[in-house]
């Protein structure tokens, strides 16, 4: 889950790391050793899981080993460490919200985003299947600066049979915008894989802001291909019909997701003031949870469904937020048709 308001990720009370600048192997061993009290404590558990293949004195020799190692890679010690006790949960938080399309790292200026991903792109967290995360959050980074995403796509994808639930779905989902363009067909499958897993039993192991988050992420690409077809007419009218299965109560960013959709939806069928009106209630929702972008594309709708001074301003705040986030993608949206 992301991080409750005025807690930062990875910092839950009590608990290593504390270091914002990654995560070390001796920060990783020491963890452990809080948590279990002694390095014999934690060798001991390490050994009863692996059915004393080592005895306890070589298991803790191999984690003293380990906590010299840095920010190398862990070799076997590591991979042994990581398989007993996976990452401490505040890195895994920390992770997770820099890897979500839906989480407010999105939020944040590229050249920011760059500098919070890049030190937990190595080990341990490099070693552990949660890298898929911090793949994720790179490719959300290049998409938004417009650049080819394959590499940390590919490498997140060797990593999907590792990884949680909600880490699939994303990947997919991901997949699915990245290769709209590119390859239509992968998209849709990609797409059509995310809406299986959502809507399969195991989903109840997502949590369940996330899981409302990713469904309303995949409703909207769903919608998407209906209003803006590659091939055939569009049909506004089903596109509002998804667009009404997400939550009106659900995550804030679920919410600005739905009223955005309609808005567009029902603006192309001609309904400029129920499109106005779903614009401003975006809008609103945006700004109760704190989100630049998502405030960006509400104003970039409701400046499509006024005129005048009042569709002007809307379209100038929101190119400022884009200009501020550093967004080309988002600045490219929002060019005038003229350029």
């Known amino acids: 889950m992301p991080p409750r308001p005025g807690q930062e990720p990875g910092h839950a009370p009590g608990h290593a790391p504390r270091d914002p600048h990654g995560l070390s192997w001796a920060d990783y061993i020491d963890d452990l050793v809080r948590r279990r009290g002694t390095l014999t404590a934690v060798a001991l558990h390490m050994a009863e899981r692996r059915g004393f293949s080592e005895d306890v004195e070589s298991v803790e020799r191999g984690l003293r080993r380990l906590r010299g190692r840095g920010s190398q890679s862990g070799g076997v010690w590591g991979q042994r460490a990581l398989s007993c006790f996976g990452l401490p949960s505040e890195v895994d938080a ?3 919200w820099m890897g979500q399309y839906h989480s407010r790292f999105t939020d944040l200026p590229a050249s920011i985003g760059e500098e919070l991903l890049r030190p937990w792109d ?3 967290v490099s070693d552990s299947p949660a890298r898929i995360w911090v793949l994720l959050g790179w490719a959300g980074l290049g998409l938004r600066q417009r650049e080819d995403v394959s590499g940390p796509l ?4 060797l990593l999907a049979g590792r990884a949680e639930l909600a880490a699939q779905v994303e990947l997919l989902l991901v997949q699915s915008f990245a290769w709209g363009r590119v390859d239509p067909s992968a998209s849709a499958q990609a797409l059509s894989r995310a809406g299986d897993l959502l809507q399969s039993p195991s989903a109840e192991s997502i949590p369940a802001e996330d899981r409302a988050c990713l469904f309303a992420r995949w409703i909207d690409q769903r919608a998407y291909s209906l209003n803006k077809p590659a091939k055939g007419s569009p049909d506004h009218a089903a596109a509002v019909e998804l667009y009404e299965r997400i ?4 995550p804030l ?3 600005c997701r739905r009223e955005n959709g309609l808005g567009w ?3 192309k069928l001609g309904d400029t003031a129920a499109a106005e009106a779903h614009a401003r209630a975006s809008v609103e929702a945006a700004g109760d949870r704190g989100s630049l ?3 960006a594309m509400a104003l970039k709708l409701l400046a499509a469904a006024t005129e005048g001074e009042t569709s002007r301003r809307a379209i100038s705040r929101a190119r400022t937020i884009a200009r501020d986030l550093e967004d080309l993608a988002l600045a490219m949206r929002l060019r005038p048709p003229t350029d």
């Open 94 to 96: 920390r992770i997770r």
């Open 122 to 124: 190595r080990p341990p």
């Open 154 to 157: 590919a490498q997140a994808a």
């Open 247 to 250: 939550d009106p109560e659900g």
């Open 253 to 255: 960013f679920a919410r």
């Open 265 to 267: 939806s029902l603006l």
């Open 293 to 295: 972008r998502l405030r």
